[in-house]
Structure formats: structure tokens, C-alpha cells
């Protein structure tokens, strides 16, 4: 594309006032958006810090400013500072120039500094929370009743970054501007929406469907005796009555609301403590600073607005754009038929009624002082009707699909939606496009051998630079609802050596390299049997073998001279890479975990134990990273359909296109939720009403949730964006065809896959490179690598290392409240000497002596059993289980190191060491040795 088209010409041409474009796929949104940018840069009166262009990726944002050099007077270094950036970027930048105070208008007494960590990754920002739950529990017990049905925490963060993302936000007292009204629901908005699908249907002859939906009511539920009947929900019309839908909205939710307050507020406090932000957090203050402080909100104020993908904007970034904008020169430009990121709380409603909500949220941001002072009328909309993707074929098929139900008994006014739809046309010549849909008990089998008959043949032909040519692998693309799918493709394909890549997001933690990891970091720690067991069996130990080792503990000596020299290292990413060089993995899986691991060590303070748990939760959630395997010289392209958004291909595979897989039927309820209709909710409450405590069902949420419109339309637009990323030719597969496909007016032939031939054998393909960064450490230790193992050799008698684990852990569970009762003489003496002790008591702390020997830098680290801080001194005390005091000359080189550590932390008090023989109930002071004797053994 070289010249604009009438429609393009006039988006580049409308530079003043409030216009929406709907960019429809493959249209030139980005060929007119930067034109137009350009237009507006060249104006003499203009410079680029007057115009803010927001864009969604970082990619995007590269790509823009590139594409303007090209078409302005301005050089790369001109737009180098130039506001061409993601909302959560800009928001970084204003709060690094201007929010330092923004949490105090929340009435939080800490201000944000610009070192803050911003934590970009999900899994980061779970492992962060959890660590946070735990110490919010254990400071709120008035809240125990709600947590207690709350199984996963991460919901909980869950909900919050969702109220975020609708500019719900707590301050110290209540609720920011109107946060708590948001959070109990909107009555009216209910009653319409059902409404709409409480009509009786065929003539009033046949329930609504709502009834419908309400006969499982209560299936598998447990209520409380307060709920209502089945009956009386449903009623005895073909309609459902709307009164107990009313009773069940106007519930005393009080507990919840302050629960939510006191988890949000919390947890803002804890991270800044933290010293990070997450993505949620940069819109929030962003946005209370740009409320509060009206000469910030004048010194930002933009002359042009221009925000690109707006289907995928939320609330906020909605405000934040009518809060940054200085005029009505507000340009949106997006297609709601591919909003498809609600799950990242996008709200497709921002485009389809922009004009409503640029009302209503300029409304409310006036509501106690003026800040939107332009117009926000009239709005002229832009329509980009030429496509310079697909056929029109594929154009008019794609169409089809969002107005195709996503179940049988789903009732779709195709008609409305129809209206909604700007159709497109296609610039394409090409007029022998191939629509197919395939079933096949063998689907995966079916993919490829349909792979290997469409390459090379003449009856899939592509058009290129005006000439047909035969379709190569490179030249198609597998896409898929989910990730599984893609998985088992690559491994099958793997198998017949057929040139596939993948595109996108990669489970990294499910494969081998992750496995192994987590098994010798289970060593490390106190979960050293499950560890052992997989380290045994991937040896190739038997089962009787491997019961029989862990029973004697007799550990082959290379394995404990392995762990040994693991537990020396301070840097998890070289104990990720020993492990990894143990095991020959080197390929740019084990680069990227190392990167994950080091990264997740460095913006959190992850113990070894809490290493695992991140490695094991990632394992659990399939948590997936951006991270593409690069086709090859000629390789087929496999990739989710949101990884594909914005992509194109001459050949498209829909893949998978499977009964509870598309849409899929995974997603259980959350503990609590978030709707703008009916609010914060819990899904179960915890009661004692029958004198044993358990977890009920709530019958209001049931009620209210099945009141809720279902969420097929963003599946629809799901397939939309997948149709039109083919340019030439769309096929369809699936095993047991869901509705969708059943429903699109194309036959669904029986497919007999047959295996690829051993031609595509020979084809070349890359392989994936991810940089990791070197990192520097000093030399690790731990206390015991200081100690003489020879002490050890003439002890004849002994209770194993499972008793002393025993022992400790006992120590740990009774001084947090867990357990109170001992089983054996040795825990008897460990409640007896915590009873005794006066202060505040710290349970296993890891510590770090950083020391020099020979000019080398070491780091000595270890696990403090017991420490108790007074105002005038602080006892270190560790717990033995031997029988005897055979090596107490050696615990004294493991003691000195905590008395240093310990000493540093309170250079004001007395520091003493001892050591606990449980067997006995004694405690026997030590004499620490000094830092240099401590070099001189590590010498």
C-alpha cells in the first residue's frame, strides 16, 4: 500500500475533534493512524511532545515511530522522547516526574520512588502476593471467615487487578470517589440484562431462557437455610419472577466490602514498602495523581490524542485518556469484531458505545470538580471499509461466525449483529480461495498429513507479487484456542521430522529441565524425599531400590557430593544452570528458565524454599512466556489465535475446533468475583449454623451469576480474528466438531489422514536463541562446608536425618501456632525452651556472610534454627538431636557464622550462641570464632 484510500484519506485529514474509526481487519490501521500522526507532527504549531499516541505493545510502538520517520520531517532521534508508548509506560513516565506523593491522596503515608521494581510478570506478581497473604492473615484474623474459602490467593489478586482496571481503588478510611457504589453492583443494569433473556419464547408457549438456565439451580450445592427454594426462583410463569433476583442483589455484603478494603489497601502498603509496582498499580496512582493535582493534569494536557486498539482498552485507560487529553482532538481508533482480551479486562463496551461512555466518564470525572473542559460532542465516526488481506470469500465467510451460537440451545438476534458489522472489501484478485472443514478420530495426524498434501500442490496455490505459486510450509499457520493442542502438535510433528515452530507463549516450567530443577531444590530443603525419589528414578533406581536408599538414607556419594556443592552456591540462577549442566540440558529452554529464575530471585526475596513453590506453581498453572521458537527457512507456524492478532497468513489451519474445547469448558468458579452488574461476590461462605463449621454454597450468588449474560460473544469474536488471519485459504479440523463449526455454512468432510512423507525430512529448520545475561557472583558456601566431615565417621549411634527435620519442623509449626502439642521427649524440650524465652522470636531466617580469602570474594550462607531479639541482647540458638557432643567443636564454625550475621543486623545489643541437645533438654553455650578464623578455614 502506497497511496490512501478515500477512507484513509480522510482519518489522515481529520486531524481536529472527536472521531471513532472502525478499523476493521487488514484495513490500514497502521498505515493511516501514522499518517495521520505525521500530518498533525508537520503542522508548524506542533511539535511531537503535543501529541500522545498510545499504542498496546511495546512492538507496535517501535513500529509506529519507524513508520513516521518514513512519512515526517522528523529524524529518529527527534521522536525519540516523543510520547509513542503503551499506557503502562506513559503512566511510568508521569509518575517518575510527578507522582512521587500519589499513594498519600489514598491516604497512604509512603510515596513512590523511581527505583520501584515494576513487575511485568505474572507469575512474579503471584509469588510477591502470596508472600503478602501470608502475613495479612496472620495481622487480620477478623477477616479468617472469608479467607477460609478462599483456597487459592491468587483469585485474590485476581479481583483486585479487576477493580483496578475499573477504577475501583481504596483509601485509607473508605473508597476513592465512587468505588464502593461500583462495588455493590447496578440494579438496573441487571433487571435489563435479564430482561432481555427473560422472555417466554415461541409465541409465549415455551419457558425464557432464563428459566431455563435456572433449573440447575442449586444442583450440587449445599445452602445455607436461608436460601431460598427452587420453586420459588423459578416460579410458576414461563418467566422468572424478578423478586427474589431483587432480594438476592440487596444482600448485606458489609464483612465482604470491608474484607476487600482492608486486602486491597494492604496490599498497595505492602508493595510500596517493597519498593514495586505492577501494571495495575501504574494506571491507579496515574490516575488518582491526574484527578487530585490539576497543574500536573494542565502541565501533561495534550493538544492530540490518538489511542490505537481501543476494543482493547479497559475503564481506566478510558479516563486516563479524557484526563490526559487537553482538547477534543481525540482520535480512537479499533474493531469491536476483535476485542478478545476481557480476561486482560479489556471492556469491549469502550468502543462499541463510545460515545455513551465519553458521556458518563466525563460525567463522573466531573462530578466534584470540573476536569474535562472541552466538548465531548459531536463524535464523527470513520469507517475503513478496504481490506488488503483476504479474499472476499474469506471476508464474507469470516462474517458467519459472530452470528454462530456457541451452543445449541444459545439464542443469537444475528440480525442486530449484522447491522453492527462494517463490511468489509477485498483488493485481492485471487478468486479460487479453498474453504474446508475436516473431521478425524486421529486430529494431530490429521493436521499434518492435510499439511503435507496442501504443500507443493497447485490446488492451494498463493498468490505472490501478482503471480500464483505453490504453497510451501512457511507458508501456513496451525492456530489454536489453547495452548494443549499445539503442544501435542509439536511433539507429533517432531516424530516425522515435519518443519513446525511455535509461536508465542511457552510452558517453560513443564518441561524436563523444570522437573529436574525443582527435584534438587527439594533436596536442598526440607522436602528432600520427593526430591530424591525423582533424582533416583531419572538415574534409573527401581522402585524397591529407591524405598530402600531413603529408608537408610544411603544417598550415592556422587549425588551427595552434587547437592553438597549446590547448597554452596548463593545465586539461584548458577544452582538452575549446575543442575541443568548435570543433565546436558542447553538448549534455549534451560537459557530461558535460568532468565525466568534469576529474574523472579532478583525482584522478590525468595528463599530456595520459595523457589520451589514458584516452580511448582508455574508447573500446576501452565503458566506460559513469550518466548518464540523462530520458523525456520521454510517452516509451518503454530500459535494461539490471541498470539495471532494482528498476523496474517496465505494458508490459516484452524485447529481443534472441538465440543469443550472451542469454546473450552475449563475455569471453575473463583471463591470471590467481580461483575459491574452484581458486584463483589462470594461464591461460598464458611458457617457453623448446624454446630460443625463448613463451607456452604451461597444461593445469592448461584441466583444472581445465572442472571449474568453468558460470555460466548468474545468466543465469536475469537474465531472472527481467526478466519481473518488467512489471506487465501481457510481450512477448519476437529475429532468431535463443536457448534461453531457445525454452524458455519461449510460442509465437514470425513478426512483418512495419512502419514507425511520422508521427503519433508531433509528440511532445514532454526533453532531459538534467548540471551541470558552473565551474572557476577562471589564464591558460595555453607556453615557446613566449613565443618570436618571426619568427625562423623567414628558416630556408631543416631536418629537420622528425618527426626532432626522432624524436630525442627515441629519447632517452626509450635512457634507459629500451628501445633501445641509434643509427641517425644526432644520436642518436649524444645516447647520448654521457647516457653522460656521473653522476646521476639524469629524461626529458620536465612543469613549471608559476605567474607574475602586470598583476595576472592565468598559468600557464606545458612538457615538460623531460632534467634530472640530483646532490648539489650539477641540469643541464637540451634538445635541438635545427637545423643552425643561429638562435633560440638564443628557446630561452633556453623554458630560463628550466625553471630556474625546477627551481630551486624544489631550492632547496639549483646549477641550469645548456644546450642539445644534435644535429646537431653541442655543448652550449651558457644564461643563464636572471629571473621578471620572463618577466612582462614575457608582458605
Known sequence: MTNPNPSQQRLIDSTDGLYLVDAGAGTGKTFSVTRRYSAIVDQPSVEPEDVVLITFTRNAAREMKDRIVSHSSYTTRELADAPIQTFHSLCSNILDRYGSNAPQYLG??????RSSDVIEE?????????EFISTFTDSCPEHHPILRVVTNPGELRSVLNNLAARGIFPTKDGWYRDGRSKLLGDLDGLLDAVEAVNQPRNGGRKQSELKKKLYRYGKDSTFLPDA??????????KAVPVDPIKTAFNSDRSDLIAFIHDLYFSYLEFALARNYLTFSMLQLYTFVLLCEDPDTRSELAFEYTMIDEFQDTS????????????????????????????????????????????????????????????PTTPVETIELEQNYRSTQEILDFAEHALTTPSKKSESIDAESIRERIVHLFSNSTYDETQIEALQSQDETLAVLSKIDEIVGNPAYAIEQDGDLIEPSYGDIAVLTRTHDFGRELLSVAEEYHLPVAYEGGVELFRSDAAKRLLAWLRILESDADRGWSLVLEDAGYGMSEIKHILKKEAYPTEMIEFRDALASLTVVSSVARRVFDRYGHDGPIADALVGQIQSAHDQTTMTIGDLSQYIKTNIENGNTYDISTPAGTDSVTVQTIHAA?????????VANMNQRKFPPSGGGPTAISYDSLIGIRQRYLYDDVHSQPHQYDNWRYDLLNKCLPDQADEERRLLYVAITRAQQHVLFTAQ????????????????????PTEETQQTEQSTLSVPIPDVEEPVGY????????????????????????????????????????????????????????????????DVYLPLTADGADVMVRGIVDLFCVHDDRV???????????????????????????????????QVSVEILYTATGERQPIEPLSKNDLEELIK
Open 645 to 653: 492478532k494482528g498476523l496474517e497468513y496465505p494458508i490459516v489451519i
Open 122 to 130: 505474572s507469575a512474579i506478581e503471584s509469588s510477591l502476593f502470596a
Open 108 to 113: 497512604i503515608d509512603d510515596t513512590l520512588s
Open 315 to 374: 475503564e481506566i485507560q478510558f479516563k486516563l485518556a479524557l484526563l490526559l487529553a487537553g482538547t477534543e482532538n481525540i482520535c480512537v481508533v479499533g474493531d469491536w469484531k476483535q476485542s478478545i482480551y476481557s480476561f486482560q479486562y479489556a471492556t469491549v463496551e469502550n468502543i462499541t458505545q463510545f460515545g455513551d461512555r465519553l458521556t458518563q466518564f466525563t460525567n463522573e470525572l466531573n462530578s466534584n470538580h470540573t476536569r474535562i473542559t472541552y
Open 736 to 755: 468431535e466438531p463443536n457448534q461453531f463449526l457445525t454452524d458455519l455454512p461449510v460442509p465437514i468432510d470425513e478426512y483418512e489422514p495419512s502419514e
Open 782 to 845: 555453607s556453615p557446613h562446608s566449613l565443618m570436618a566431615e571426619e568427625v562423623y565417621e567414628s558416630v556408631t549411634e543416631g536418629r537420622g536425618m528425618d527426626f532432626g527435620t522432624q524436630v525442627h519442623e515441629f519447632a517452626e509449626d509450635y512457634v507459629a501456632g500451628i501445633t501445641t502439642e509434643p509427641t517425644n521427649d526432644d520436642e518436649r524440650a524444645v516447647v520448654s525452651l521457647i516457653d522460656s524465652l521473653t522476646g521476639e522470636i524469629h524461626m529458620e531466617e
Open 875 to 909: 540469643e541464637i540458638i540451634d538445635f541438635k538431636t545427637d545423643l552425643s557432643r561429638y562435633a560440638e567443636s564443628e557446630y561452633q564454625k556453623q554458630l560463628s557464622v550466625y553471630y556474625h550475621v546477627i551481630r551486624s543486623v544489631y550492632p547496639d545489643r
Open 228 to 237: 431460598l427454594s427452587k420453586p420459588t426462583v423459578r416460579g410458576n410463569e
